[in-house]
């Protein structure tokens, strides 16, 4: 239902011509972008396979998504994603997936979690990274349950203050031969400062060499000790948020861009909320931990 909208197609057309300008898309992946807003491309003169995937699907604000247990496009859109990564395992390839929606936020339904935690099971080995956006925040959700470690998905911060946040991005390292993500270099804008200069014309800020700009927050390997962003890095460091309220502390801080000195404290309410939130990938799960 939600793939046949009128609207929908129109804007994925759209969005097949201005990606097709950065991506150099085959006959088969402009259809896929036409049809879902998906593709999958192997990234030149590398063993990597990048794999573009519509989460709002799982979004729980959409409200089409509703009607998904009768979607032929959902479920195509579900078996799309499994057999590009299956085709790239038995390439011999690795897959690096984007997404705007992560699956472990709570705004998602607990089915898009259960899928991911499945896909990411069989596949933990073929998929090195997870990289999503959506919540404006700094988060990371492991892939995991009872039996294993499976996966990270990372979440990145976003530009737009929209949510009383600092602008931030980050780059991302990666070994291209391995597909290790090696870590990142987060950065911010200082809003509180920039706004300080506001009684400043643009040629006295530029005299003062006062200009916004973009700085260094942190690295993964200073910031938290990680050689890697692999999922057992991880899952060491959630062990270290256990052990040291400092530590929590600064990742709730950075959660937020550095955008609240209040978050430097943070209490015990706050430190089970990060721990359900960063330990689960579907998000009834998160709602019952953080409800204990």
């Not at 300008?21 to 396979?49: G, H, Q």
């Not at 990145?156 to 391995?178: E, H």
């Not at 809003?191 to 014309?201: E, F």
């Not at 990938?281 to 409800?291: G, K, P, V």
Request: hydrophobic fraction near 35%; glycine fraction near 4%; include cysteine.
């Amino acid at each position: 239902y939600y793939g046949q909208l009128p609207l929908y197609k129109e804007v994925t057309q759209q969005l097949a011509q201005y990606w097709q300008k950065w991506v150099n898309f085959t006959d088969v992946a402009m259809e896929t972008v036409k049809r879902s807003a998906c593709y999958s491309v192997v990234i030149p003169n590398t063993n990597l396979k990048l794999v573009s995937f519509n989460a709002n699907y799982g979004y729980d604000v959409n409200f089409y998504s509703y009607l998904n247990d009768i979607n032929v496009d959902y479920f195509l859109l579900l078996d799309w994603l499994v057999l590009e990564v299956d085709i790239a395992e038995k390439a011999g390839q690795k897959v690096l997936i984007i997404a705007h929606v992560p699956p472990g936020d709570t705004s998602t339904q607990p089915s898009y979690g259960e899928f991911y935690l499945n896909l990411t099971k069989r596949y933990g080995s073929t998929i090195v990274g997870h990289l999503t956006g959506h919540t404006h925040n700094d988060e990371f959700e492991l892939v995991q349950d009872e039996y294993g470690v499976y996966g990270v998905v990372m979440v990145a911060p976003s530009v737009t203050p929209y949510t009383n946040n600092n602008p931030a991005f980050r780059i991302y390292t990666m070994d291209l031969i391995t597909g290790t993500l090696l870590g990142y270099h987060q950065y911010f804008l200082n809003l509180t400062k920039a706004n300080g200069w506001t009684h400043l014309s643009p040629a006295e800020m530029a005299a003062l060499k006062q200009v916004p700009s973009f700085e260094l927050s942190y690295t993964t390997a200073l910031e938290y000790g990680l050689e890697d962003l692999t999922p057992h890095s991880y899952a060491a460091l959630i062990e270290r948020f256990e052990k040291y309220e400092d530590l929590i502390s600064t990742y709730n801080y950075n959660k937020h861009s550095k955008s609240h000195e209040a978050d430097k404290n943070c209490d015990m309410t706050c430190q089970r909320n990060i721990l359900c939130a960063v330990q689960n990938i579907i998000s009834s799960n998160i709602l019952a931990c953080e409800a204990v």
